[in-house]
Structure formats: structure tokens, C-alpha cells
């Protein structure tokens, strides 16, 4: 019996502590905790130290107009090799890509055909000489014999004309000769200039006349940039102005030359102007022929920019704290809706919502809330780093017109800010 009454008596005591805990919490914060609890001195929000947040100033810097397309690069010296006579091929000296020199030797067509044609040239230029020179002797006797009375004018007349014309069959005769010699320089393909050689299409042994392309030679020091933009955006390109960057896989510019060349009228087919640029390709590795990304720079503006790092995201609204009085003193930090434009070199253009000079927090965006205090203090040195507390991915790149980024900047002030860093 005494056992059941000490389990009794444990059970009561058990069920009066829980409900004394159930009445500490009906009592509310400031009768539980008392003086130490969050609404007491040094709790809540207005009560404690002020958070150090880094700020900057917002200043304006320079906006590129700027928009991104797709372009080829031409070799200025390029040309598709062709025989200037028929015949087999009886050797291939070089290689594709092989880097040759002006007047070496790339494809040998049998020249069989051209000797046998210089070996007959020259046996009539000999026979041709032979009768030049009889043809002279005899118009020298004939004159001799017309001064000592021997011969008559008419025959005299007909030896200078024999004699004439043994000289122009002579001098007929060496150029067959010097034309047989050229054509046989023909079975010799070279290259015209320094270059490197394109595809070989044929092979020894084939046949090939003068319509069969052998191989081509390009030479890339020099290249051509082709670039074509829309029509209302041509208009804006000013020659040896307005420049134009290639493009590497990273979206940084490897090279950079000035237009030069303005289409006066749109494709046929396209409806685009083309744009053409030249640079000089020795330290740059690029080649003929190449599909690369361009980016056209229509004008340098200057505008108000904000780093991506000070921007956070609530949807589709972007924010800045910027740190401004607070009603009992001191600094506080807001939070206010921006418009944003092009996202270039880890900036955003600012449209709307900032004004130039306005300080914004860049640091611990996370943590901060509207009319919480702060001590502000100047950024560190961020350097080329983005996306740090921020939306930096907030764009996405769009080729062809228009290629920096640009946010879908939301208009409606009044938005929760919510969360900040893309919340």
C-alpha cells in the first residue's frame, strides 16, 4: 500500500510542475523572462549595437552599347589552286596544313606531254633558223649580182622578200619555243605566297584538267572580319569609329579593330547590313574560315552603375540597402526597389531607384533588415569578384542584339522585400 501511494504522489507532483511551465508561457515575454528576455534592455532589434556593414557610393562609370553576333573570318590572301593543263598527277610534295613558302613546289603533273612539246618547238626553231640563214645569203649574192648588172630588179625584190620571211618565221619559232617552256612550268604547281595549304583532294595518279581544284593556300597574318547587324543598328556604326572585339570561348575579347566597312544596302535574303573589320592575326591564333562570337561597340556612354555584389532579389524585383538617418539618429539601413539595366564587367546600370552619391551597403545583405542600425565603414577592394551577397546571376546573356545582360528590373515599389542574395 505504501508503494502505491509514493507512485501516486510522484504522479501529482509530475502534473503540477507541467502545468506550472504551461502558465510561465500564457504569461507572455516580458513576465517569463523578465528583465533579461528579448523585449528587455539589450534585446530586440532597437536595442542592440549597431551592425558594421561595408558601404559604397553610388558613381557613375562608363556603359557600352554594345551587341553580340555571330562572324567569319576571311584571309585576305587566299586562293584555290587550279592546273593550267591536263595530265595525271605524278606527285604531291606537301601536306594539308602543312605552312609552305612563296614558289615551293605542292603537286607535279605528269610533264611528259609538255617536254615532247618544247623538243618539237625547238627542232622547228632550229629548222626556222637554218632557213633564215640561207634565206640572208642569198639576198646578199642577189644584191651583188644587181650592182655588177647579173641580175635583174624583179629577182633581186623576190630574194629580200624570201629573206623576209625566213625572218619572221625565225622569230615565230622562238617564241613557240619560249611558250612551250612556260606551259611546261605549268606541270609544276607552286605556291604564290607564304601561306599554309588547304585540303588535297586528289591523289596520285588521277586525272585532272584545268576545272579540277588541286589544293588552295591561305594566308592568315592579315584576316577579315564579316559581321552582320540589323538595319536600324548599322545606322549607328561610324567607320574607323565604332570597333568591333572578338570573341574567345569566355566571352573575353582577344582582339579588337575598328569597321571599316559599312554595306549600303541590307542582304537580299538576310535583311542584314554587312560590317567588315581587318586586324592582324600574327600573335593572335586565329584562323580563316572561323566562326567566331563578335561583340559591336555602338557608343561609350556615362551612367550611374552598381556592383552585382549590392544587389539582392526578391521574384523578379531587385534591391539596394542603402544606409540613410534613422528618425532617433544614427544610420539605419533601408531597403529600396531599382530598375536595372545591362549587366557589363560585373556592374549593372542603374535605371531607376538610386541617386548618384547614395550610399549602399555592399556587405552582410543576409542579416540586414529595413531600420536596423548600422555602422557603416568603406568596402575593401573586391576587384574582378562578383555575385558575392548579390544577384549576379540574375541576367541572362542573350546573343545577337543586345548581348550584355540585363535583369527583369520589376517596377513596383511597394514589393516585400523578403529575403535578400536571391531569396
Known sequence: MRLVRRGVVGVWLTVMALAGCHGDKDKGPSQAG???????PGGGAGGGQPLAVEVIQVQPGPVRDTGEYIGTLISRRSITLYPQVNGYVKRIAVRPGEQVKRGQLLLEVDPRIGRAGVQSAQAQRSSALAQRQFARSTRQRAEQ???EG????QDYEQSVSQAAAAEASARSAEAQVELQQVELGFYQVTAPFDGVVGNIPVKVGDYVTQQVALTSVDQSRALELSVSVPPERAAEVKPGTTQVDVLNMEGKPVVRAPVFFVAPTPNANTQLVELKAVFDNNEVGLLAGQVVHVEVEYAVRESLRLP?????QQSSQFFA???TEGDGGGQVAQRVPVQLGALQDNYYEVLKGLEQGATVAVGALQSLRDGQPVQPKPARPRGEESGVGGAADAGTATPGDGGTRRPDAGTDAGTDAGTSGGG
Open 145 to 147: 649580182l644587181l650592182k
Open 308 to 312: 552585382t555584389y549590392a544587389v539582392s
Open 150 to 153: 647579173l641580175l635583174s630588179r
Open 321 to 323: 540597402t542603402v544606409v
Open 34 to 40: 523578465g528583465a533579461g528576455g528579448p523585449g528587455g
